[in-house]
């Protein structure tokens, strides 16, 4: 079975731009989750669609948006871009078999804000 | 509030040694979760163990062992005869299904 995929894998954007990042799951998981990397806070859980509807949210002001489409494959979108954005992006799809559910990452976007 | 705490930012070891990264969590949900995950230098975090709230049975898998207390609210991870390839950062994460919480994550340096 493939991996959770993301492209780009590497991204340099000037600020004040957008960016569009795409995550395809696993092969029927339904829940896809975006998370922001930095060294200085880690891993921050950004959110989570699941069927095409946003399930959970975290913390992050509303320049961060995503979206889930009918055949689970996600974006994110980052608008207005700051210093401050570049991180590790990591999508990560969920396999959910009754109460237990596993959760599988992929490679992650760089993205450089210059 | 959930949390995830792992005190260990940095450890090194010489191939061979047997390590422990130990991780500590909070919840007040009675069921839960907690993973750990290993992330090489390409980045991508990769799936190690899963265990549940009601599961305290430890967990041996080749070189790897964990081990789970909930009267310490702790899930450590042990490796056995530490190899150069399991250099990386290892993050323990607790989930309550709607959210997974990190914790910051230990790097391991395994020398030759």
């Known amino acids: 079975k493939a991996g959770v995929t993301q492209t780009p894998r590497y991204l340099i954007k000037t600020r004040g731009q957008q960016v569009t990042l795409s995550c395809s799951p696993i092969s029927g998981h339904r829940s896809v989750s975006w998370y922001q990397q930095t060294p200085g806070q880690g891993l921050q859980f950004l959110f989570e669609y699941f069927s095409e509807t946003q399930r959970n949210k975290g913390n992050f002001p509303g320049r961060f948006s995503g979206r889930q489409f009918s055949n689970s494959r996600s974006e994110m979108n980052v608008s207005t871009l700051e210093l401050g954005d570049s991180a590790l992006y990591l999508c990560a799809s969920r396999a959910e078999t009754g109460i237990y559910y596993e959760q599988y990452f992929g490679p992650g976007t760089r993205l450089t804000v210059t | 509030a959930q949390k995830v705490t792992q005190a260990q930012t940095e450890i090194s070891v010489v191939e061979k040694e047997d390590v422990t990264l130990d991780c500590v969590y909070e919840t007040r949900d009675t069921t839960y979760y907690l993973f750990w995950y290993k992330q090489p230098p390409s980045g991508e975090l990769v799936f190690l163990i899963r265990?549940?709230?009601?599961?305290?049975q430890n967990e041996i898998s080749g070189r790897y062992s964990w081990n789970f207390q909930k009267s310490t609210s702790s899930f450590n991870f042990t490796i056995t005869a530490s190899q150069v390839v399991d250099s990386a950062v290892y993050f323990c994460a607790l989930s309550n299904f709607n959210k997974f919480y990190f914790g910051s994550g230990t790097k391991l340096n395994v020398k030759p």
């Open positions: 265990r549940n709230s009601f599961d305290e």
